[in-house]
């Protein structure tokens, strides 16, 4: 006998989160700003702070790498591109569809201590690595004072 386990809370939790997708999309495209909405979709993305750098990982499958923009401006570094949408096909009038497509768009303030100078980015597998160099740690040093006589 297998036991299943009922958690109707995940199911409501499901539907609140097509719901208030499917109305995002709705209000964007009446207010004009479906064309030009900022994203469709996030990335879930992980950020690890290690000794020499900072490590930021998303997960963006299916996105060709040359769609994808890596920018740093002001202390704030941007990820964006686009997935593209596959060629739909319908068999026996059941469509499903729960893969996100589209533009995304992620913002992060880097901390004073990142080198903007050697960021670099690569992806691989559907994971956007972006390595975030650290400066140079400043030593505090001791200064003498001089008196004149």
Known sequence: MNLTRFEPWSLVDLMYRD???????????????????????????????????????ADVPGVDPKNIDVSMDGGVLTVAGERRNEAETVEDGVKRIERFSGRFYR???????????????????????????????VRSRRIAVEHSA
């Open 107 to 137: 913002r992060f303030t880097l901390p004073d201590t990142a080198d903007a100078e050697g960021i670099s980015a690569r992806s691989e597998n559907g994971i956007l690595e972006v390595s975030i160099p650290k400066q140079p740690e």
């Open 19 to 57: 719901l208030d997708r499917l109305a995002t999309r709705r209000l964007g495209n009446a207010n004009g700003g479906g064309e030009h909405s900022v994203a469709d979709w996030v990335p879930a993305v992980d950020i690890v702070e290690e000794k020499e750098r900072f490590v930021l990982r």
